[in-house]
């Protein structure tokens, strides 16, 4: 996993985004912990939205190519987008548990 950071391959602007849904999330917990749920789905929303956006322009790059692409590209470019949906899957597993630990 820390190659993924070194190399660069991690959009630093989605990763800062991330963070502050993570933090509004954890507001929304001591202070409306009947958001908690919406701010999970939209952080589930936004990374699934964030990752096609940056899964459009690699397929059209691969379609302009007419295949003649290294695969090794094409398999960065996925790695990114599986993160992506990854880190909103997280971020809204994360809501669920909060809003179960606030019913308690």
């Known amino acids: 996993m820390s190659e993924f950071f070194q190399n ?6 989605f990763f800062v ?9 954890l507001y929304c ?14 952080g589930l929303a936004f990374c699934v939205a ?20 290294a695969p090794y590209l094409i ?7 599986i993160f992506q949906i990854l880190c ?3 971020l809204y597993l994360i809501s669920m548990l909060a809003k179960i630990a606030a019913k308690h």
């Open 50 to 69: 964030y990752s096609l956006y940056g899964i459009i322009p690699a397929l059209g790059a691969l379609e302009a190519s007419n295949g003649d692409v």
């Open 17 to 25: 985004i991330v963070v502050i849904i993570f933090f509004v999330m």
């Open 75 to 81: 398999f960065s470019a996925l790695k990114v987008s």
């Open 88 to 90: 909103g899957l997280v």
């Open 8 to 13: 660069h391959d991690f959009p630093t602007l």
């Open 29 to 42: 917990f001591f202070r409306k912990p009947e958001k908690i749920k919406d701010i999970g789905s939209f």
